[in-house]
């Protein structure tokens, strides 16, 4: 179904949980702990579709040493009882990553599933390193053992929607994180 009411779209925004300014101020502090720890080596920031493009976008822009981006899209099979999954690379890579210090640029660590599988595929070709940088973290949901290496936000157990997470697809234009409710 298409949202086109604006008075349903506002009242499904519950609360504000992290500003706009909250976000920016972590996004810089971030962008500087990048220029330390990547200075002198080949960066690339790899963002994986959709819910990570505005993340992305400001992270890059808070970054001053030489990187460069890449763009990944995966979908994730379970069926609710394993507690591993699959993960099906829907959009790959174009650079050969054997050639780079990689750092994966996530919206969200919610059950782990995907990430955790995703690191495994993106392991095995050989990245002269490779981490995690999560916007969110929700560690409640963990359900596979998953640790970003760094984290700007730890949220509860809420879905939350904005600054690129959506709910069926809406709200990721929102410049703020906010709890989604449908009442
Ligand atoms: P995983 O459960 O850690 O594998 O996360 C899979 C994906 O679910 C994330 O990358 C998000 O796209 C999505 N997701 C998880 N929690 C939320 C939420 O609270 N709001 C919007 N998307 C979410
Ligand atoms: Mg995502």
Partial sequence: MKMTDEKQFQSRISRVLITEQQIAEAVRAAGERIDREYKGKPLLLVSVLKGSYIFLADISRAVSIPCEVGFMAA???????????????????????SEYHVLIIEDIVDTGRTLSELVKMLKAREPLSLKVLTL???????????KPDDALFTIPDHFV???????GEYYRNLPYIAEYSED
Wanted: aromatic letters at 10%.
């Fill in 136 to 146: 969110l973290d929700k560690p409640d949901r963990r359900v596979v053992e998953f």
């Fill in 161 to 167: 929607i904005g600054y690129g997470l959506d709910c």
């Fill in 75 to 97: 979908k994730s099979y379970f069926d609710g009882t394993e507690s591993s999954g699959n993960v099906q690379i829907t959009l790959d890579l174009a650079q050969d990553i």
